[in-house]
């Protein structure tokens, strides 16, 4: 079966904006340095000597829609969900510069999937260390620019995602039925995780983790039961150790800020597949649901999975449960976005 009659979709791949960071760093280049020097101290000279020419072999693969269209036909894939890569995320950036690079990056990956709207849906920025301009950068992504939803990081600044400053966006997300894509960037666990890429080994889950549970105990999902939050790297830890987090809601008050035990949420988010491992994979659809696991590679990078569909074959789930992984569930999580 052809890509083109597959109905497969991966819903985590990246895009690099090259013309956005040149313009950060004209704008704010003190700022930019001083973002680079975190990085660095976070991530480590050793991981720092690799990533950089490891994402340099892929800037084809980040920026021209040729070369990911024929990626996607080898790789068995329809349909990709495109998002920023996250180094634009820029977390530090003030006001005006933030909702500038949030304005920008989702006009650049409008028109950027709009290159093959066949293959390509896009997923927009909002300036999260903001909170109060969030919403109004929601709308232009998904009002203004006809994008499915928004990529967001698992914190900003002194923003988490139990902020109660966060009310109104989750109140639009839900309103409007878009999708919000979860996905990390940096981990504050800082230089503990400088060596053997911990950084994003340990600390990409671990943000996952963190995220999901403010999000979680914080009764967000009570509030707004309409959201469509989809975890990346099948939500980190959260799921494989979500016992714990129902014995403190039954045993301490001051974790008693949701209405059910922790694990039911599980049931209420989405979650992507690149957990590199099939009995993770395995034990996420019985933690979850069939219905909450799609696909996802993190196309291009390194960490990724270079042949997402193999992995959910290889897995050793039904047919039926494959189908829906691959696709199926989706196309279910566009359906109710509200068209403008």
């Known amino acids: 079966m052809s890509a083109h009659q597959s109905g497969v979709t991966d819903v985590h791949a990246h895009v690099l904006l090259p013309s956005l960071h040149a313009e950060v760093e004209r704008r704010a280049p003190d700022l930019v340095a001083q973002a680079a020097a975190l990085d660095f101290r976070r991530n480590g000279a050793a991981s720092q000597a690799v990533s950089g020419p490891m994402i340099g072999k892929r800037i084809p693969k980040l920026t021209d829609v040729n070369v990911r269209l024929a990626d996607m036909d080898a790789q068995g894939v329809e349909r990709q969900w495109v998002s920023a890569s996250p180094n634009h995320f820029y977390p530090w950036a003030p006001e005006g510069l933030a909702v500038w ?3 920008e990056a989702n006009r650049l990956i409008a028109e950027y999937v709009a290159q093959a709207p066949d293959r390509l849906t896009g997923l927009g920025l909002v300036p999260m260390q903001h909170p109060e ?13 006809g994008l499915a939803g928004v ?10 995602l139990s902020d109660e400053r966060l009310e109104p966006f989750w109140a639009r997300a839900a309103e409007l039925g878009i999708v919000i894509f979860l996905h990390p960037f940096g981990c504050s666990l800082d230089e503990r995780l400088d060596r053997f890429y911990l950084a994003n080994t340990v600390g990409q889950p671990t943000e996952n983790a963190v995220a999901l549970s403010h999000l979680i105990f914080a009764g967000v999902l009570d509030r707004h039961p309409g959201l469509k ?6 939500g980190g830890y959260l799921p494989t150790v979500i016992g714990r987090s129902d014995h403190a809601w039954r045993v301490r008050p001051d974790a008693r ?12 988010l989405w979650f992507d597949t690149v957990v590199h491992d099939e009995r ?5 659809v019985e933690v979850a649901g069939e219905d909450r696991v799609v696909l996802g590679s993190d196309y291009p990078f390194d960490m990724g999975l270079d042949e997402p569909v193999a ?18 569930n989706a ?3 566009l359906e109710t976005k509200r068209n403008a």
């Open 257 to 268: 800020g949701c209405e059910h035990p922790p694990s039911t949420y599980l049931r209420k």
């Open 101 to 103: 690079v949030a304005s």
């Open 151 to 160: 990529e967001i990081s698992s914190f900003a600044g002194d923003v988490e």
């Open 133 to 145: 301009r969030m919403v109004e950068y929601l709308d232009d992504a998904v009002l203004g620019r």
């Open 280 to 284: 993770t994979l395995r034990a996420l």
């Open 331 to 333: 196309v279910a999580l």
């Open 229 to 234: 939050i989809v975890a990346a790297h099948g």
């Open 311 to 328: 992995k959910i074959r290889d897995a050793g789930l039904s047919e039926e449960i494959t189908q829906r992984i691959l696709g199926g």
